[in-house]
């Protein structure tokens, strides 16, 4: 089934905390796993993504781990900023590149 | 990183009107485009891809007719509200797939019809 569930749906962190947001897929057929970061009234801005033959990837203070045996994956933000308070998309795109499945977003607020 | 561009951002139509919106890769060539629909405070609701030179596919539920999606050159795909009625007003975003399947979006339109 195409599906990708996120959660939680709403996130409130204290100004240098660590915010976690997690996913979960159920189609093997998806092979890569974009994060997305979307600001009100803005499109989504690509975050961060990884490949299921790697189990982690850090690009600053943001980092995907992911577990291919489980079929879930999560963002991890360190030192939140109230800079990064926004609604994230997690999304899984299969292997032709013909679809990519959202899941239904976590906003987060980092409190100052 | 690539660019993706939609124009127009914001547009205001009048009911039983048609509006089209652009999106195009700034500098890419994208064979796939993705258009979605996003109400206040939801997730992006996939609408339809479209492919370069071909028709697009379109998601269960979405009317075709009424969604007219054109992929006419590998940076620009068009998608046209027909006879446009205020429940179609929402934000519209389209994004363009590159290589090693990485996917943009474009910074959305925002249509009111009235």
Same mark, same amino acid.
């Given at each position: $089934? @195409?599906?990708?569930?996120?959660? +939680?749906?709403? !996130? *409130?962190?204290?100004?240098?905390?660590? &915010?976690?947001?997690?996913?979960?897929?159920?189609?093997?057929?998806?092979?890569?796993?974009?994060?997305? $970061? @979307?600001?009100?009234?803005?499109? +989504?801005?690509? !975050? *961060?993504?990884?490949?299921?033959?790697? &189990?982690?990837?850090?690009?600053?203070?943001?980092?995907?781990?992911?577990?291919?045996?489980?079929?879930?994956?999560?963002?991890?933000?360190?030192?939140?900023?109230?800079?990064?308070?926004?609604?994230?998309?997690?999304?899984?795109?299969?292997?032709?590149?013909?679809?990519?499945?959202?899941?239904?977003?976590?906003?987060?607020?980092?409190?100052? | 990183?690539?660019?993706?561009?939609?124009?127009?951002?914001?547009?205001?139509?009048?009911?039983?009107?048609?509006?089209?919106?652009?999106?195009?890769?700034?500098?890419?060539?994208?064979?796939?485009?993705?258009?979605?629909?996003?109400?206040?405070?939801?997730?992006?609701?996939?609408?339809?891809?479209?492919?370069?030179?071909?028709?697009?596919?379109?998601?269960?539920?979405?009317?075709?007719?009424?969604?007219?999606?054109?992929?006419?050159?590998?940076?620009?795909?068009?998608?046209?509200?027909?006879?446009?009625?205020?429940?179609?007003?929402?934000?519209?975003?389209?994004?363009?797939?590159?290589?090693?399947?990485?996917?943009?979006?474009?910074?959305?339109?925002?249509?009111?019809?009235?």
């Amino acid at each position: $089934q @195409q599906q990708v569930k996120q959660s +939680p749906q709403s !996130l *409130i962190v204290q100004k240098g905390g660590i &915010s976690i947001i997690n996913c979960a897929y159920e189609n093997t057929a998806f092979d890569y796993f974009p994060w997305y $970061q @979307q600001f009100p009234g803005k499109g +989504p801005a690509l !975050l *961060i993504a990884i490949r299921p033959d790697v &189990s982690e990837k850090k690009e600053g203070r943001f980092t995907i781990s992911f577990n291919k045996s489980a079929k879930q994956f999560s963002l991890h933000i360190m030192d939140s900023q109230p800079g990064d308070s926004a609604t994230y998309f997690c999304a899984a795109v299969n292997q032709a590149g013909t679809a990519l499945i959202f899941g239904k977003g976590t906003t987060l607020s980092v409190s100052s | 990183g690539a660019v993706v561009s939609q124009h127009p951002s914001r547009v205001i139509c009048k009911s039983g009107t048609s509006v089209k919106i652009e999106c195009r890769s700034l500098d890419f060539q994208a064979t796939t485009m993705f258009w979605y629909r996003q109400f206040p405070k939801q997730s992006l609701m996939l609408m339809a891809t479209s492919n370069e030179g071909s028709k697009a596919t379109y998601e269960q539920g979405v009317e075709k007719d009424k969604f007219l999606i054109n992929h006419a050159s590998l940076t620009l795909s068009t998608l046209t509200v027909t006879s446009a009625h205020p429940e179609d007003s929402s934000f519209y975003i389209c994004s363009a797939r590159v290589a090693g399947n990485t996917i943009y979006f474009g910074e959305g339109s925002w249509l009111t019809v009235v």
